[in-house]
């Protein structure tokens, strides 16, 4: 394992630490129990957006605190949930008057610990879970699992609590924006759980995991390694199976790189699903490229689609001031 | 080799034709000759910035092009120098009668390439040559490598012009800027130059290269794999040597990734790069943490310092609008 870390355990808060002194102007960072939140209060009565979950996703979900996104994360350590202590001392701590909503992931472990957290919050509270994931019809029973579109569910959510959204509508907000939006992806290596110190799972170096998860998780099928022309296809063909667009329906496309993959060719998978989704009708009138969802060190990428109208379209081009996505401020 | 691509003769092209599509309020593709240009001209007078170099360094430079930085870049093949009539191209289409001041990192074929390029030009040019690589003292003859250090250029320079300097005083600042600033980086893993379709270098699984070029050229030496608090000093020493702050001397730390490094480490490795230069009395006022200056899907990272006064903090500060670099607009 070649990574940069001193310890395997001091390695999340290090990283923290890191983050916090970078960014003073946006977040600060509470280590006991482990959450960060904006630095500049929000004004009073709006609504507070909490998100979190397992480390090695960087930039999600603590480069999306800031001005119209979130007003809390809390991380928990690498690929696993944080507690529900650091959920309810982040809300105790950003709570404005207007209630918390949670944006969780869906994954066991995520959706117990924010239920315990909301259970034990005495303000008023909902929650908002994210399923984007269509690789696998269902994970153990638990739904899809949430995975890049995430990002996507908290900028709309932030902007329309920004502007004063109660609590309902953020929610309702959340809700519409998760149906809206349909995620897939492909890792061609896997990545290296600190912890653990070797590969999560064996991949040949001529194949690719289809429908990966971002911690690892087996997709939809192990098949041989293809052009980037073939690939893309099979990425978006399960998407657009799950949203079914109308002809001339304007979207936002999301290009999300797990961790190894270098922006040179993330913007190639871009220009590729861009000519895809043209041909099946799709207007991809905005776009995003990077890293935002990632697995630790793993390489590969996804695609992200959320279906717009002009409502969500003017949330997305609200002003955003995070670590990780900064526009109109 | 795994990477995301149809063909080794397409990759540029065909990343380079995403990257316009994704970002068209920022910037125009023209193709042959190869070069970006900002998709809204700059005013008439304003000294246009061009840089430009082989691809693989993502998103230097195609993603630094627009307001407050870069008039056009010129991407050459992977690793490879772009030719003169992309540049004078380039030129051609971008300037606007202020002449054109090019931005070149100092390696033999990209100075020779835009040496050709200004002479054949026929409007006012300059040049500032970035070698702010301190790994070590000269590349065969040629001095200095440029590395991470540009982007630094690029945003002080750029805001500069967009405020009004003329080429003599771009290109003056440009120097000072590159005097200002030192950079060295360090490898864990090779980088895969798709052409060749293995890693340029064999590197240990308990080995790392300290100094490493970004192109996988010979560092200044290797050791063992160390922790991050030992690698910090091996990386943030010379850098110090180079620049020799005063004490409390205010500077911007820019702790860049080589393609494959997450997020995560290199926040880590931005805590306890600060805490160094904290306990040397550096002053760090200013930082960027991120994927700026890679090396295809490298493991690795470099620091990069830049000592700053009033004038070069408030070029910094000055609003940018680019794909990598955005904020204030």
């Not at 699903?273 to 935002?292: M, T």
Request: with cysteine; charged share 20%; proline share 6%.
């Amino acid at each position: 394992m070649k990574k940069f870390l001193d310890s395997v355990e001091t390695l999340v808060d290090d990283s923290l630490r890191g983050f916090a002194l970078a960014h003073p102007e946006l977040v600060l960072y509470h280590p006991e129990p482990r959450y960060l939140a904006r630095a500049v209060p929000a004004r009073a009565g709006k609504v507070a957006l909490i998100s979190g979950g397992g480390s090695g996703h960087e930039p999600l979900h603590a480069g999306f605190v800031g001005v119209g996104m979130l007003d809390a994360a809390c991380p928990g350590q690498v690929f696993t949930s944080p507690t529900p202590d650091q959920m309810l001392a982040a809300a105790q701590a950003v709570e404005r008057g207007g209630g918390v909503l949670f944006i969780v992931k869906n994954y066991a472990g995520d959706v117990m610990n924010f239920e315990m957290a909301a259970e034990l919050l005495d303000r008023p509270q909902a929650t908002v879970l994210v399923h984007d994931d269509v690789s696998l019809p269902d994970d153990q029973g638990m739904g899809r699992r949430g995975v890049a579109g995430t990002v996507v569910v908290e900028k709309l959510v932030g902007a329309a609590a920004e502007a004063g959204a109660d609590l309902a509508a953020c929610q309702a907000l959340g809700e519409r924006v998760v149906a809206a939006t349909a995620s897939m992806g492909v890792a061609l290596t896997s990545c290296t759980v600190p912890a653990l110190g070797r590969p999560t799972f064996a991949l040949g170096e001529g194949e690719m995991e289809l429908g990966v998860g971002i911690h690892g998780e087996k997709g939809r099928e192990r098949v041989p390694l293809a052009t980037a022309t073939e690939i893309v296809p099979r990425l978006a063909e399960p998407v657009l199976d799950a949203l079914r667009p109308t002809r001339g329906q304007p979207a936002l496309l999301l290009v999300n790189g797990f961790g190894a993959t270098p922006l040179q060719e993330l913007y190639l998978m871009y220009g590729l699903a861009r000519r895809f989704l043209d041909q099946r009708g799709v207007r991809v009138v905005r776009s995003l490229v990077g890293n935002y969802t990632t697995a630790l060190d793993m390489a590969g990428c996804s695609l992200t689609l959320t279906l717009l109208d002009e409502a969500l379209l003017r949330l997305w081009d609200a002003p955003v001031h995070t670590a990780a996505l900064r526009w109109g401020c």
